[in-house]
């Protein structure tokens, strides 16, 4: 398998009509670097996995492998390291987890969905806590999806039927919580995935009204990108349900345009810079990318849901 560091490009795509990649500005190119994963419940297989983390400081990758109720880990080549959970509502135990994301510490934190909690576990899945129970009130939870972490630490959850998103510490504490259709003057048609600038803007993916918005940490809406486009002949800016959300350390965004079989690319201002097929031609795309997570040396890691696998990909200037 191959490093990210240092590669013998896999497959190298040039500018032809729609194939890998589509370029906007500059001469970019995209590098596939690897693919691993297929269907089955066996180390290293999945059974639809959902979002993707990466911890910066050792580049092991982390997988969650929604209908497997599990979680892998990975190096950044794609080898097996270890993995943990199963089936249930006990310590440590998953009823179709969502979320990941990782604390400055390198533990890991998961959005147990369907038990409508979130668990904390040390990077090697030894279980530390957890917080939450069906419910309205603070704290509790009503289908809780993408997660992510800020620098200082606050674990941002969308509290998915809950119409809010609420702050929890790595010590597994009740911060805060903004959010609700009428509070915050739109319509969040169930978000699905978060994302935390270096400038601490707070992305939402509102996955049914095609198009990310951008909230201050106390929940001001600050404002929004995209609109509803499908087809091969779409532009950039233009969604069709977007899920996973990515940012770079110097701002640059990501988001997973699942069903347009893509990944777009903006810079820390909200403007289109280019895009790439996650899967062949347009018409020959069978597959949906959903989670994705930058990663050291400029890689980038997708989960593709239903070809039960992870992509990694290097962007080249």
């Known amino acids: 398998m191959r490093l990210c560091k240092s590669f013998i490009p896999m497959l190298l795509y040039v500018m032809a009509g729609l194939v890998l990649p589509i370029y906007a500005k500059g001469q970019s190119q995209v590098v596939m670097l690897n693919k691993w994963g297929e269907f089955g419940d066996k180390p290293g297989q999945f059974k639809y996995p959902t979002m993707v983390a990466v911890d910066k400081a050792t580049a092991a990758v982390y997988v969650v492998d929604q209908h497997n109720h599990r979680i892998q880990k990975f190096d950044k080549s794609g080898n097996f390291m270890l993995m943990w959970g199963k089936l249930g509502s006990q310590a440590g135990e998953f009823n179709y987890p969502y979320g990941i994301a ?70 597994l504490k009740f911060i805060g919580n903004w959010g609700s259709q009428e509070s915050l003057g739109i319509k969040l048609y169930m978000p699905h995935e978060v994302a935390i600038t270096p400038n601490d803007a707070v992305l939402l993916s509102d996955r049914q009204n095609h198009r990310i918005s951008f909230f201050s940490k106390d929940g001001k809406l600050l404002k929004r ?60 795309s069978k597959y949906f990318p959903l989670g994705l997570a930058t990663g ?22």
């Open 102 to 171: 990782l604390d400055t510490k390198g533990n890991v934190y998961v959005s147990d969905t369907n038990n409508n909690r979130i668990q904390k576990f040390s990077s090697e899945g030894v279980y530390i806590g957890s917080v939450g129970s069906y419910g309205i009130a603070e704290g509790q939870f009503k289908y809780p999806y993408g997660i992510a972490m800020d620098k200082n630490d606050v674990l941002y959850v969308i509290d998915a039927s809950n119409y809010r998103i609420q702050k929890i510490s790595s010590e």
């Open 225 to 284: 990108l995209g609109e509803y486009g499908e087809g091969k002949l779409i532009k950039g800016g233009q969604f069709s349900e977007p899920h996973g959300l990515a940012v770079s350390s110097d701002g640059d965004i990501f988001i997973a345009d699942r069903y347009n079989f893509r990944v777009q690319k903006f810079d820390s201002n909200g403007t289109y810079q280019t895009q790439w097929l996650t899967s062949g031609t347009f018409e020959d």
């Open 296 to 317: 050291t040396d400029g890689c980038i890691f997708l989960t593709d849901h239903y070809a039960h696998s992870i992509y990694a990909y290097k962007l080249l200037n």
